[in-house]
C-alpha cells in the first residue's frame, strides 16, 4: 500500500510495503513526539492494561489501569480525588486529602496527615481531634489551646474527665468526689476554701468575706485549737480581759500577759492591763484582808517615802495617823515623815521589827512572838491586837490589858514585875502613890514598892528604873535585886530567882569590857529625865541593855566607852552599841557571827549584823550613823532632830 524505496521499518512506510499503524510492533522513529503519529512504543496487542498503551508508554494517570501495577488510574491529575496521582486508591492516612466527598459520606476526610499516629491534630480515622472524640491528644503542651487533659469520649463532668477534656481539680467550678464545694474563684478567704472545703473555723484559714456580727465571722484562724494564743478556739482575737492567759509571748513583747482574771476589776491580783498586782504599779489593792501581807493601804506608784504614801502604807508622822489599834507609825532617824506599820500583816523577826518609833519619840511597844508582832506585859490589848504567848487580854481597872496570871513570884519571867496577890505579875511602882503621875493614883498599895532605894549594895532592895509612859511623863519600876556587889561581872540572862547570879540593889548588869562581859553597875538618870543622879568619877550614864529584854541607864566605865559614829572605835569583831539618837557616845559590843554579817547599806534584822559606825535602822537597812553631813557618803545628809547628838544618813528630802 505504500513503498518508499527504502528497507527501514521504523518509518511511515514498513518495507513490507506497509502503512505505519499503531499496534503492528514496530515502533516508528521518524516522527517527532509532538506528531501525531509519534510512538512511544508498540507491542503489537491491542492489550492496553499492559506496558504500552495505544503505543505510548503506560503511565499513572493515562486512564488505563496497568494491571499488576495500578490499582486505579482515573486519567486526571487531581490528587484529592478517589484515585490519587500514584494511581493508588485514596484511603485515610496516605497524607492526601480526599476532597471529592460530602460531609456525611463514609470515607469523606476532614484530615489526613499520613502519620498514623492517633493523638495528634489528625486522628487516624481522618478527622479533626477534639475533646469527647475519645482520644487523648499528646502533641501539645498543657495550656495550648487543644491540649487535653484527658478525653474518655463523654460529655459527663463528674466521672473523672471532665466534658472540657481537663482533668478535676480544686477550683474548677464543678464539685467532685471529695470536695466539699467548688466556687472556682480562687479567693481562699470566702465560704469555699481554695482546698474546696467548706471554710469552717479552725482550718488555718481566716475567712474575710464577711462583716464582724455577721455568722461565720472570724477575726483571726491560727488553726490549732489553743485558747492560750493570740488567737482563741473559736476564731476571735485574744484581748486582755478575756479570761484566758495567753501563754505564747515572753515577758515585753507585745499582748503579753502575766494574768487574765476576765473581769474588770483593776483592785484585784490581776490589773486590768492583765498585769500581775504589785505594790508600786500605782494601782490600789481592795481584795485582799487587812491581815494579808500583800494588802494595800494605797499605791501612788513612786518610792517616795515623804508624800502620802510608801511602800503601800499610808505615811505618818505620830502613831495615831496610822488607822485602828493595829497601826504604828514608823519613822526612821531624822525623817519628816514615816509609814504605817499594820500589825495584822507585818511579819517579824526580832523585836527591832515591832519596837518602832514615831516623830514624837513614843515606841510602839510591841514585841515580836512567833513571827507577829504582839503586845507585850502591861500594854493594851484587843481582837486585833493579842497578846504574846504566856499573856492574856484581860480588863485591869477596866481597860484590856496583856497580862500575865501566876500562883508565886517564879511564875513571873521579867525581873521587874512580882506576883500580886499570888494573882498577876505587875509591876512594883517606886515611891508612894503621891509620888505617881495622875494616871496611877488608882494603884493599890499592894502594886507600889517603897523597897528601891537604888542605894549601891542595899542587897535585894534592887533598882528604881524610870520607864516613860507617854505624855513625858515618867514611873519608876522596881527590879527586883541580888548578891552581887558594885563592878562583879554579871549574866544579863541569870533566873530571877538566883539572887548569887544578879546585881544587888541599885546595880543594873550592863556594859561589855574588852572580852565581852557585862559587870553590875550603878543605874543613872540622864538629864533629861526628872531626878538624876550623878555616876563614880570615870564613868558616865549610858543607853544600855541593863538585862535581857530592858533597855535603861547605867554608869559605865570610860574604858568601855566608844563612838556611835566612828568607823573602827571597838577593834576586831567588835562595834559601837547604837541605843539611842540622844547620845553619840556608848559601850562596845560583840559583833554578829561572822556569816551573819551583812555589808552597809544592805538589809538587816538586828545592828549587830551591821559594821562599826553603822545600825540597823528603822528601814531594815544597815544605815552609816552620823553627827554632821560630813560623817555621810556623798549625795546624803546628816538630819540629826534637836535634842538628839546622832541619826542615819539618808537622801535630802
Partial sequence: ECDDGNLIDRDGCTRDCQPARCGDGIVRIDVAP?????????????????????????????????????????????????CSNACEPARCGDGILRLDRS????????CDDGNGVDTDSCTS????AQCGDGILRLDLEMGAPGAEDCDDGNEIDD??????????????????????????????ADGCTNRCQPARCGDGIQRRDLEEGEAGFEACDDGNPA?????LANCQLTYCGDGRLREDLQPGQEGYEACDDGNNNDQDACTNACTVAVCGDGIQRTDLPVDHENYESCDDQNNNPFDTCFQCENTCSIHGECPGDTGFCRVPPGWPRGWCMDTQRLSCTSNSDCNVRDRAGN???????????????FQTCSADLACADGLDCALYNGDPICIRFCTEQTDCLNRRTFCVNGQYCWNRYCGAADELPGAFANLTNGELG???????????????????????????VCFEGGDLPEGAACDRAASRDEDGSQCAGGLVCAGSDASGTPHCRRGCTPEFVRGTRDCPAGSSCLYTYIDSENYGYACIPEEE??????????????????????????????????????????????????????FCAGNNQCSRACAEDSDCPDQLVCPVDEGDQVTACQESP
Fill in 34 to 82: 509532538d506528531d501525531p503519529n509519534f510512538e512511544a512504543c508498540d507491542d503489537g496487542n491491542e492489550e492496553d492494561r499492559d506496558a504500552c498503551t495505544g503505543c505510548a508508554i503506560a503511565r499513572c494517570g493515562d486512564g488505563v489501569v496497568r494491571q499488576g501495577l495500578e490499582d486505579c488510574d482515573d486519567g486526571n491529575t487531581v490528587n484529592t480525588d478517589q
Fill in 103 to 110: 460531609l456525611g459520606d463514609a470515607d469523606m476526610e476532614q
Fill in 125 to 128: 480515622s481522618c478527622r479533626h
Fill in 159 to 188: 466521672d473523672g474527665c471532665q466534658s472540657d477534656c481537663t482533668l478535676p481539680f480544686c477550683g474548677d467550678g464543678r464539685i467532685q468526689a471529695g470536695e466539699g464545694c467548688d466556687d472556682g474563684n480562687g479567693d481562699g
Fill in 227 to 231: 485558747s492560750n494564743d493570740g488567737c
Fill in 363 to 377: 515606841e510602839s511597844q510591841l514585841i515580836c512572838d512567833n513571827n507577829r508582832c504582839r503586845r507585850g506585859e
Fill in 450 to 476: 517603897g523597897a528601891c532605894e537604888n542605894l549601891p549594895g542595899s542587897g535585894p532592895n534592887g533598882y528604881c528604873h524610870e520607864i516613860p509612859v507617854g505624855n513625858d511623863l515618867w514611873v519608876g
Fill in 561 to 614: 566607852h566608844c563612838d556611835t559614829v566612828a568607823l573602827d572605835s571597838c577593834g576586831a569583831d567588835k562595834r559601837c552599841f547604837f541605843g539611842s539618837f540622844r547620845f553619840r557616845e556608848s559601850y562596845c559590843e560583840a559583833q554578829a557571827p561572822q556569816g551573819d554579817r551583812v555589808e552597809p547599806w544592805e538589809e538587816c534584822s538586828h545592828s549587830r549584823q551591821c559594821p562599826d559606825g553603822y
